[in-house]
C-alpha cells in the first residue's frame, strides 16, 4: 500500500518554469520506478518521464530538453523540473509508482499545470 502526494502545480506563463514535486509514503519495495504522467482535457494520459531507483530515466520525446526527471531514494519522492514552458503542457500532471518485485500501480491524484501564452 502506497500513498503519493503531488505539488507544485499552478500556473505559469510560456517560457516560465515550475518544479513539481511527488512524495510516496506506505510500504515501499526496492527496487521501484517512478513517474510522471500527464492528460489535457480531450487527450488520452500519456508518459512525460520515469526514473528507477538506480537512475534510470526515460522521457517523452515533446520534453526531452526541457524537462529533467529526478529523485531522492532516501526520502522517496521524485522531482520533475519544468524548463521553457508550452502551452501544449498544459495538464492534470500525475504521480505513479511501481515495484519491480510486487505487482501493482500506484497514482497520485495529480496536480494542474496551466501554461498561459
Known amino acids: 500500500q502506497v500513498q503519493l502526494v503531488e505539488s507544485g502545480g499552478g500556473l505559469v506563463q510560456t517560457g516560465g518554469s515550475l518544479r513539481l514535486s511527488c512524495a510516496a509514503s506506505?510500504?515501499?519495495?526496492?527496487?521501484?520506478?517512478m513517474g510522471w504522467y500527464r492528460q489535457a482535457p480531450g487527450k488520452q494520459r500519456e508518459l512525460v518521464a520515469t526514473?528507477?531507483?538506480?537512475?534510470?530515466?526515460a522521457y517523452a520525446g515533446s520534453v526531452k530538453g526541457r524537462f529533467t526527471i529526478s529523485r531522492d531514494n532516501a526520502e522517496n519522492t521524485v522531482y520533475l523540473q519544468m524548463n521553457s514552458l508550452k502551452p501544449e503542457d498544459t495538464a492534470v500532471y500525475y504521480c505513479?509508482?511501481?515495484?519491480?518485485?510486487?505487482?501493482?500501480?500506484?497514482w497520485g491524484k495529480g496536480t494542474l499545470v496551466t501554461v498561459s501564452s
Open positions: 505513479k509508482y511501481s515495484s519491480f518485485s510486487v505487482t501493482g500501480n500506484y
Open positions: 506506505g510500504i515501499i519495495f526496492r527496487p521501484n520506478a
Open positions: 526514473i528507477t531507483t538506480g537512475g534510470d530515466t
